[in-house]
Structures are given as C-alpha cells and as structure tokens.
C-alpha cells in the first residue's frame, strides 16, 4: 500500500508542473507581445471582433427578413388585380373618359312605371294622395306632411283625400288595394301607383320625381285656395255643416244627403 501511494504522487507531480509550465510561458509570450507591442490594445481587438460578429448576424438576418417579404409580395401579386396605366397628361389636363363622354340613355323610373298593376280610375290627369290631417300617430302624420310639402315645393295642384274629413275615401282606397289594410300616405300619379312616403321620398332624393311630373301645370307661387284655404273641404251650402234639413211636406228633419258624415262637401273652387 505505502508503495501504491508513492507511486501515485510520482505520477501526480510531473503533471501539475506541466501545466504549470504552460501558463508560465502562455504569459511569458503575453507579456513579451504587449512589451514589443506596446501600442496595441488587446482588449479593443477583441471588442471590434465581437461588434463584427453582431454586425454579420443582423445582415443574415437582414437578408432573411427581405427574401421573406419579397416572397409575400409574390404572393400578394398573384391575387391582387392589375392596375390600370396611367391616363397621359396633355396641356396639363387628363384625358376623358371616352366611354363617359357618349350619351347615357334615359333613367327609368323603378316606382313609376306602366308594370304598375294597381290602377285608380278616372285620375289620369292629376295626381292623388290619400293621407291624413289627424295628429293621432305621429309617424303617419309627419309622413303625410312630408308627402305634403314635397308636392307643395313642385307647385303642382294634388288632389288630397283625407279620410279623416271624409270616411268615403277610406273605403276607396281600401277596394283599390283589393281589401288590405295599407298604412298612409299612398300616392297615385295619373292614375298608376307610386307608393309610400318612403318611396316618394327616395324619388325626390334621385330627382326621378321631377322628371314624372314633368307636364303638370304649375301654380303661382304662394298661391292659396280662396274658397278652403288648401283644405279642399268646406262646410255643406245645404245644411251648412248641421247634416241635417227641415224638410217642410213631412215636417220633419232628415239626413242632408249632399255631405258627408263630418257635414263637409269638396271645395267648389279648387276640387271641381
């Protein structure tokens, strides 16, 4: 055993001055190249070697990043439609659209026209809407004024029928449309049905509607029916609004048959 460990710091020994050795001559060098070199640093050398380093990899990173974006713009090429070249410039002014400059023919009316199936008889020369004076729904008589005052800023005479004033029109309108309950306004133009409020209203928008009443007569601007003020109703002449006359063989009054429920005949002036 004490023959083993001898044996064993012999072997130990001659290693440690070995090493020992070599970084006694790796400083030795170190030394003699910084004394013969006194100039140099080191230390800024290794420095700059590792900023290349980093400069080296930002630039493969770099590429990578482009070939991927030039492969989307591959991509994105593929889908996207071609644009159009450019139109020349001549005496600083761009070429028109030859295809603009022909004649469009004329806009047909999508409400107005002769596919209309519902008709209103004997009102080809004038223009119909059946409304409402009554405040009762607020939605309904704000779309009738509406109606109202689109027609009003035409100056074109209209025939309204209110059905508040006379019960007679609610039933016309209600056998025109074949029985069905419809909301109002619904407005007839030389006797073809338009529509509604919303309806009219888009056609003012589009100016469709100026090219239908296009051939109506106008009024004078500011003009008033003397007779009914533009109610289109007066009192009856008969029983004067009472609904009622004496009759003088009987003895007795009856019904006024020239008015209507509400006592009121259509103006003379403006409606005959």
Request: glycine content about 6%.
């Amino acid at each position: 055993m004490a023959e083993s460990e001898k044996n064993l710091e012999v072997s130990s020994k001659p290693k440690s001055s070995s090493s020992s050795v070599l970084n006694r001559s790796y400083t030795m060098q170190a030394t003699a190249a910084a004394d013969s070199h006194p100039k140099i640093n080191y230390a800024s050398l290794n420095r700059a070697a590792s900023i290349n380093k980093f400069y080296n990899s930002m630039e493969s990173v770099m590429s990578a990043s482009n070939s991927f974006k030039g492969k989307v713009k591959q991509l994105c090429s593929l889908f996207e439609p071609k644009k159009s070249p450019p139109k020349p410039v001549i005496n600083n002014m761009i070429e028109p659209d030859m295809k603009l400059m022909k004649p469009q023919p004329p806009m047909k009316s999508l409400c107005y026209n002769n596919e209309s199936f519902i008709r209103l008889p004997g009102t080809e020369d004038r223009i119909v809407v059946y409304l409402t004076s009554l405040r009762g729904i607020r939605r309904t008589f704000e779309d009738c004024y509406a109606v109202r005052m689109i027609f009003r800023g035409f100056r074109v005479w209209v025939d309204e029928r209110d059905i508040s004033m006379d019960f007679a029109y609610k039933k016309e309108l209600h056998n025109v449309f074949g029985g069905k309950n419809v909301s109002l306004p619904q407005v007839f133009i030389r006797g073809k049905y338009v529509g509604n409020a919303d309806v009219l209203k888009s056609m003012y928008e589009t100016g469709e509607l100026a090219r239908v009443l296009d051939g109506f007569p106008r009024r004078q601007p500011g003009s008033v029916c003397g007779g009914c003020g533009d109610v289109r109703f007066v009192p009856c002449l008969n029983c004067s609004g009472s609904r009622k006359v004496f009759d003088e063989d009987d003895g007795v009054l009856k019904r006024c048959l020239e008015c209507n429920e509400n006592g009121l005949i259509r103006c003379l002036d403006c409606c005959s």
